[in-house]
């Protein structure tokens, strides 16, 4: 069953293309990656599916509904949750206070309720000792684990992860792996915009490749490594 | 019944008692002087309580904010004068139409943020401003408005306590809700805060609203207290400029923060003002830039961390 679906979806910012006619499906359960050189447009991608941009054209599908026009707190009540590449924590609250916010007003519940529920998600994403610390002070890597949380406090059933592993180290990036696999395994859909190629080649059962805002391939990790057009976008002519 | 003896025991809650009490016998033995005093600071209590349910909690900064002091200040003194309404109704029917332009006026300058949301707001306030300086046939313009005369102190001292009372269990329920969590989550990130399930929107044109209303509150006090408003007056950028310098010196974003912060910048000014009228302004301004430099978060976040420390020191570090 397609969860996601993405029908001719368009952004120009001016005269830019930033995405240009992209078409993608996501199944329900799947792990699907997205990979592109820098500025070909995923992150654009991820800003329309969660609603902070609308698309010039084109139509976004969640669970056969189309949620082109709808507003960020809507998709995120509907069960997409997205982080962000840059962390964005609720400064001046806790590394707890920013997931309880998530448990509220993603989940509808009250204050009582989502105590004991956003202290299992800082468990489970390995900031338990961390939840009463100003979220504004905690370390890079701690900031991108309490983006994971905080998308999970709404228990969604699509996750956006935008380069969740940038700046971790090989040994952080296991952990982080395996987080996502357990996750997965609980029926969470994964859509992954991944620059370390170790990552998502590991994660995903499907690669789509944007480049310059167009889809220039798709299919499973090794068709798509080995892929010309796709060795051409990232390393130029000569390589291919 | 027993539950509550008990919570009420709890220090927190003595001390509100008895402040509550102080405040409550406090107009008896005191001068006329001191007593008009308290009630400005009141006055102040409520116009920086209320700029920092929007600009403290949210983070918008709003630059016009004593627009709706003078609109609580101008229904107020229009409805007793030509409608000849009582003060309450007519004060409540301020409070209600300051809520409803914030509401009106927020839908479109809340798109904007920072800067941009600021110097919107300073416009929308010279131009209502201006609007009431013309409209002479209702507000009699530049000539001010006379306010049926009530001359009782110890009226107004209770009247404006009430409303501090009122703006200060808002601010308690905004820091103890989930509303608080909304409004806290919009000024750390907005985008999060939107795709983390806060309709923005709302929230944060739910905070402006609270916050006109009861700005409102202490113009339409005001304007019956003083007999006599003009647009000027009541209208004055610098009081916006006060009430945000009370807002940060505090601490914003708390609940004492603008109490504090209102207490000390009134008594400050009062002995200025009487000492030094030239030199009051850079005074002040000098007082900015230090809370700005040294204390970004306050008095309230300056204690809390000289707190901290203390807890800190006193426990091994791992």
Redesign the interface.
Known sequence: MVILEAKKISRYFGGLAAVKDLDFTVERDEIVGMIGPNGSGKTTVFNMI???IRPTSGEILFKGDAITRS???E???MGV??T?QVP??????TVL??V???C????GM??VEARKKAEDILEFTGLGDKMSLP?ESITAQDRKRLELA?AL??DPEILLLDEIMAGLTPKEMDVVLDLLIKLNERGVTLFVVEHVMRAVMKLSERIVVLHYGEKIAEGKPEEVAKNEDVITAYLGERYA | MKQYSKILMQPRWLAVIAVALFLLVFPFGVTGYMLRFLTFVFMWVILAGSINMVTGYTGYLDFGHIVFFGIGAYVTGVLMVNFALPFFVSMFAGCLVALAVGLGVGVPSMRLRGAYFAIAMLAFAEAVKQIVLEAKSVTRGGLGLSLPVYADYYFFYYVMCLAVASTVVVTYWIERSEFGYALRAIRGSEVAAGVSGVNTLKYKLAAFGLSAFFAGMAGGIYAYWMTFIYPSDVFNIAMTVQMVVMMFLGGSGTLVGPIIGAFILTTISEILWARFIYLYMIILGIVVMVIVLVMPHGIVGLLKRVRGLKWLSSKPKK
């Open positions: 969660s609603g902070v507003k960020p707190h998709i995120c009540r949750a997205r962000f964005q924590p609720f400064t001046g609250m206070e920013n309880l916010v998530g509220i007003y993603g989940k009250r204050l979220s905080r406090a709404s």
